[in-house]
């Protein structure tokens, strides 16, 4: 089924909401699939997302009685938040006085909100659909209090905004791929200075996304452990951090190992773009799947059928994307013929593992804005 139009949404989303008058507002933030340059963002690393055709929705109108309230089009229940942030409702409810808190600590006026939210970033993906709900939370009250913010400036405030609602120490670099996306552009994000540098995606290479059917369970906790051992290796090195780290100094540690060769497999792949060489892009994008399987261990054995599978079937490479333990694979492929390689891939994968795949090709998008 195709999703469903920008309009069809914002109708949806205003039938949603309670408050019956007054004038209704929306923000978009997108998610995003990350190219190259895995878990090296809390390590000061360089890595290379692209913000997706896919987003979030936050529609609103203003509420005279002081309380915010929140649905959703995809997930049941209602978020009601007092103003002294007392909060009743599911816990995706957690983001919402947290977005209110950081904007006002922003500069905008606090307000009170009657929200809805519709989202076609698929969650536990590896896509960033709470990187998406948070930007797009904090810019929607921000917008509603007055402020229109810087987007480096809304990136990290949503950043802190998902680390208080989910508690996972996530580094910078999805909040930033939601709100300084470029279309038809990858961003190559430092993630010590964080300067943002767009580079062209070739309009002859199809990015494409398949779900591998597994949803992520133990992100989270796998997740701050390896940020911790990484932390950990770069205080043993007396270093600030695994980004000044030489190849030979980590040698004997895998997770350290992968860190340091993922940062730099990032240039090269920014230089493969540039120089149209798609067989390079694919073998950078294989090395850096079997660092992330061997080394840092956040693959899965069905997932790595995936990525073999989709080499099988004509694309140049593939990696997990995202976080890891399930989630998405992305590949490169020919634009002409992509179709043919995602189905073949598919069902191959489906037929070996019995999970269910499910496969799209994503356009590089634009970040976080009003609409
Ligand atoms: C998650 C986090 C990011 C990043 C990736 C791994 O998506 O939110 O900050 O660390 O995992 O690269």
Redesign the pocket.
Known sequence: MPDPSRADRLVALADALDAPVGSLAAVRAPGRV?LIG?????NDGL?LPMAIDRDTIVAWRSRSDGRTTARSLELPGRVDTAADGERTGPTWGAFVPAAARAAVELGAAPVALDLAVTSTVPPGG?L?SS?ALSVALVLAHCTAGGLDPDRRTLALAAREVEVAATGVP?????QLASALGVADHALRIDCRDLTVDAVAIPDELAILVVHSGIERTLAGSE?AQRRSACEEAARSLGLASLRDASPEQVAGDPFARHVVAEIARVDAFVAALRAGDPGALGRILLDGHASLRDDFGVSLPAIDVLVDELVAAGAYGARIT??GFGGCVVAIAPRDGVAGIADRAAARYAVATGHTPRSFVVRAASGAAPC
């Open positions: 990350n895995e878990h090296v963002d809390y890595v590896g960033s990187a996530v580094g910078t670099m999805d997740y995202g976080a």
